[in-house]
């Protein structure tokens, strides 16, 4: 089938690449040219394992390609997708700017039937204003379909998580356009789940938030552990031995960032008070994970009796998890911030993010190797769990710093035999 995509985000990009690998042909579509200009010679500009080789090998097939032109994306595609963004607004609401646009675009270029897939994390009923911008702005009288299709891929696992994924959510009102969306990933050979347009988009948020929920959940569970001498990982095994709960998503330690999460409980939690239902249970978790950070620096400064004025802090991770370079809403931003605001001398290392605009403002040190970070430190701080900091000969390290404390953000040290300085 002929699939134009529109916004090449980490959804966009990983949708087109793996629709093309299953033999459909895609055309993505970004208002950014230096984006474009890349893609066209498969340079991916995020960092996803996996994705590059994807990209690559159907670029060279002729079956994926890049513009910036609606007119030639829309030229002869039969479904077209929204894979743009929805940034978080001041209260909370997500903004739908782009996704306005988007509809208004496609308007503007529709000359017969189409279906319009919404892949973006939108409010509850965005998709039938979607349809409805489409209808009064199209140029001509065609038939047009929206669906609800949500994504559930993680960054860093995107590509394994698209061809393997546990549903594929179809929300339509029309139950041709339901089937011709199924049909575009019956290669996947993923279970699908027909609901209409207000429970799929429904499905996103409830299912990003209960995950929210659950690490907030085993995070004040971790801070009570440590309190009364219990082993928070024991403590996540023995629950997640039971089916009904799961060990995924018990992993307790700085709390949750990166675009999804933080963004659409806020959204969550906005349509609550809008509707005036209370969701407390989310309100609470986005509380409990600001909270997770600021006790983390708590227990640095603690260390230091309050006062850590020229000392030498090792940062180790900015990325707000391992295997991606997504730096949004990074527990590395709130930690560093106040450790530089407080006089310390914070040096940072993470094996992809090499420097960031979000800490321009920020005194700290880009180290080029793990040795020169941790070198006469006073104190280590395992922020981000990349494999490497956790696989790392850490007597070693140990060795190189002035006698530090470390700092473990995301408790994966402490079954280390040979470090006895690990807090
Ligand atoms: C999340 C969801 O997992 C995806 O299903 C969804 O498609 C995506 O949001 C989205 O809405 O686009 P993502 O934000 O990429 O994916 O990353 P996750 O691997 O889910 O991690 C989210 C955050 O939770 C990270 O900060 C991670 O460090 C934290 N986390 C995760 C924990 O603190 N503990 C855990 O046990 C698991």
């Known amino acids: ?16 690449a793996v629709l093309s690998e299953i033999g459909h042909n895609v055309i993505c579509l970004d208002i950014n040219e230096e984006k474009i200009t890349k893609l066209k010679k498969g340079e ?13 090998r159907n670029i060279a097939g002729n079956r994926l390609s890049f513009t910036t032109s ?3 994306a829309f030229e002869n595609a039969e479904v077209i997708f929204i894979a743009v963004g929805t940034p978080q607004g001041e209260d909370g609401a997500a903004n739908l700017t782009y996704i306005q646009q988007a509809a208004k675009d496609i308007a503007m270029h529709i000359n017969r039937n189409l279906i319009v897939v ?4 939108v409010p509850v009923g965005t998709n039938d204003l979607i349809e409805e911008t489409i209808r009064t702005n199209a140029i001509g009288s065609f038939q047009v379909d929206v ?5 559930f891929l993680r960054e860093g696992h995107a590509i394994n998580d698209t061809f393997l994924g546990d549903r594929i959510v179809i929300g339509s009102e029309n139950e041709h356009a339901g089937s011709t969306v199924e049909s575009l990933f019956t290669k996947l050979n993923i279970p699908f789940l027909h609901t209409n347009r207000r429970s799929a988009e429904m499905i996103k948020y409830a299912s990003n938030a209960f995950l929210a929920i659950k690490i907030s959940y085993i995070n004040q569970i971790y801070n009570l552990c440590e309190k009364v001498g219990a082993d928070v990982n024991d403590v996540a095994d023995g629950m997640g031995m039971d089916h009904r709960i799961g060990r995924a998503f018990l992993n307790a330690g700085l709390g949750y960032g990166g675009s999804c999460f933080p963004k659409d409980t806020e959204a969550l939690a906005y349509l609550g008070r809008e509707n005036e239902i209370s969701i407390s249970l989310v309100d609470a978790a986005i509380q409990a994970n600001k909270e997770q950070r600021i006790l983390f620096v708590n227990r640095v400064l603690e260390h230091f009796n309050g006062n850590v004025e020229g000392k030498k802090i090792a940062v180790l991770g900015l990325a707000f998890k391992p295997n991606t370079d997504d730096m949004r809403e990074a527990p590395s931003l709130d930690i560093i911030r106040i450790l530089s605001a407080d006089g310390a001398e914070v040096h940072v290392i993470d094996p992809v993010v090499k420097e960031t605009k979000l800490l321009a403002e920020v005194a700290v040190t880009h180290s080029k190797t793990l040795e020169e970070c941790v070198q006469s430190a006073e104190a280590v701080l395992l922020v981000t769990e990349w494999e490497e900091f956790v696989r790392a000969d850490w007597e070693e390290l140990l060795a190189l710093t002035k006698n530090a404390t470390i700092f473990d953000g995301r408790n994966v040290l402490h079954n280390h035999k040979l470090i006895s300085q690990v807090v």
């Open 70 to 72: 609606a007119e030639e």
């Open 118 to 121: 919404v892949k973006s994390t």
């Open 1 to 16: 089938m002929n699939v134009a995509i529109i916004g090449t985000g980490y959804v966009g990009l990983v949708t087109g």
């Open 44 to 56: 991916s500009p995020i960092y996803e394992p996996g994705l590059d080789e994807v990209l690559e």
């Open 147 to 151: 669906v609800s299709n949500p994504e």
